[in-house]
């Protein structure tokens, strides 16, 4: 039988053996429960796709009985229009985030989909995994960014990217009514130009030549003379090589632009190439580690594995080649990637004029 809840009323309920319910007669469903250990919680009980469900309001006197009307008048009102009143188990930030990686392992590029996997495990899970989507709200998002890049700006802007996709494929679905990482301004960030001069390429070669461990060496000198992506050389196959023609022929699932790239290869670099495939090729971790020791010996701690592919376009500039001939080197389809080199070509354009 239901009753009208007071406060004062609530207060001096006393408890029982077991956890008993007195429903509130002003709002269906609402309910105050009182524990065996004196404590009180509001409640609120209705029924989906035909099931009996009940979801805590909050405590009492934390919550009055008012505060607990207008929060259950507006469950009421959810449940009355077949609306979700609250999702059910697996509703969760962490659960539904466990289905998005499943996607993103089948739609990204290997390497794209572990960087992801390290946000969501390292930065993500952590500070949203307990909450439900709807309880995301724009200022957490920014305020999360903020305290990331005091610290780390540029893996801020990183986390920050993977929440939002997230985010869009739950807006995709309707479980969010929009992305509350829209507008959210990111940390500045200034391109690398970190490449190898014509001395330093010459020594990364010889400093290669010698490592020993022959696979990953050979893979980074391929990916220094033609410009790939370390993931494409390592991803090398014999019918990617036509050796009568000397060309490179990547296909459009082993490239970022996800086009078909084609690229000349110089005698080296195929003789290179067909050595690669001839004695197996090296993964992605013994590659860094040959890169590494490269790198000391020639006294450039600072160049990564993909500088190697800016060092191959500087020396394309250096030689006189124009930023749309490095661009299609390079397979860039967008000329602002290219752009990066712009000052390399303007230079050797200074030189021509003086020589002349």
Not at 111 to 135: L, Q, V
Not at 159 to 173: I, N, P, Q, R
Not at 286 to 299: D, M, V
């Amino acid at each position: 039988m239901a009753e009208r809840l007071t406060d004062r009323g609530i207060a001096a309920l006393k408890p029982a053996k077991k956890p008993y319910l007195i429903f509130d007669s002003e709002v269906s469903g609402l309910a105050v429960k009182i524990y065996e250990s004196s404590q009180k919680a509001f409640v609120f009980d209705w029924r989906e796709n035909r099931r009996q469900r009940r979801k805590t309001i909050g405590k009492f006197p934390a919550w009055t009985i008012g505060k607990a009307r207008t929060h259950a008048s507006r469950m009421r009102l959810k449940a009355d229009t077949g609306e979700t009143v609250a999702p059910g188990r697996g509703g969760k930030v962490a659960d539904l985030i466990g289905q998005w990686r499943a996607v993103v392992q089948l739609t990204r590029r290997p390497g794209t989909a572990a960087g992801y996997c390290h946000m969501i495990d390292n930065h993500i899970i952590p500070a949203f995994g307990k909450d439900e989507p709807r309880s995301v709200t724009r200022n957490r998002v920014e305020a999360w960014h903020g305290e990331m890049a005091a610290h780390t700006p540029i893996n801020a802007n990183r986390a920050l990217g993977v929440l939002s996709s997230f985010m869009s494929w739950l807006e995709h679905d309707r479980k969010i009514d929009r992305n509350p990482c829209g507008g959210i301004r990111r940390c500045p960030e200034n391109q690398r130009h970190v490449f190898l001069d014509a001395d330093e390429i010459k020594a990364a070669h010889a400093a290669l030549s010698g490592d020993n461990n022959r696979a990953a060496a050979l893979a980074l000198r391929l990916a220094l003379l033609t410009g790939a992506r370390i993931g494409e050389c390592i991803s090398l196959s014999a019918a990617q090589l036509n050796i009568s023609r000397k060309l490179w022929i990547k296909p459009a699932s082993s490239t970022k632009q996800k086009r078909v790239h084609i690229v000349p290869l110089q005698p080296e670099a195929l003789a290179i190439a067909r050595e690669l495939l001839a004695i197996g090729l090296p993964d992605y971790e013994s590659c860094k580690r040959a890169w590494k020791r490269a790198r000391t010996i020639i006294g450039r701690k600072d160049v990564r594995i993909h500088d190697l592919r800016h060092s191959r376009a500087s020396a394309l500039a250096r030689g006189g080649a124009s930023l749309p001939q490095i661009g299609r080197v390079l397979g860039h389809t967008a000329p602002a990637t290219t752009q990066r080199y712009a000052h390399l070509v303007a230079s050797d354009l200074i030189d021509l004029i003086e020589r002349s």
